[in-house]
C-alpha cells in the first residue's frame, strides 16, 4: 500500500521517507496542495513499469502494421510505384 506526503513534509523527512521506499518497498504519492503531483516509488518498481510501457508501445505497433498489411493486402507493389510516380508528376518532382 502507499503513503502520501507532502512535499514540505517529504523535505524535513526525505532520509526516512526515502529508506522506505528503498529498503521497504513503500511507494509515496507526492501532494502539492493536498493535489497529487508526483510519485516516490523503488527504482525496480520503476523498471518493471517502463519495460511494461515499452511492451505495451511495441504490441500497439505490431496491431497498427498487422493491420496496414491487412487493408494494403489487396494493392499491389506496380500500383504503388504508380501513385507514387503519379504524385510526383502532379507536384513537379
Known amino acids: 500500500m502507499h503513503k502520501i506526503i507532502g512535499v514540505t513534509e517529504l523535505q524535513r523527512r526525505f532520509r ?19 493535489r497529487p503531483e508526483a510519485a516516490l516509488i523503488p527504482y525496480e518498481e520503476f523498471i518493471r513499469f517502463q519495460a511494461l510501457q515499452e511492451q505495451q ?23 504503388v510505384a504508380a501513385d507514387v510516380a503519379a504524385a510526383r508528376a502532379e507536384l513537379g518532382n
Do not use: I
Not at 526516512?16 to 493536498?34: A, C, I, M
Not at 505497433?61 to 489487396?74: G, K, T
Open 16 to 34: 526516512p521517507v526515502f529508506d522506505q521506499v528503498v529498503k521497504e518497498n513503500v511507494p509515496y504519492v507526492l501532494t502539492r496542495g493536498s
Open 57 to 79: 508501445v511495441l504490441a500497439r505497433f505490431d496491431q497498427l502494421v498487422a493491420r496496414m498489411a491487412e487493408q494494403n493486402a489487396a494493392v499491389s507493389e506496380e500500383q
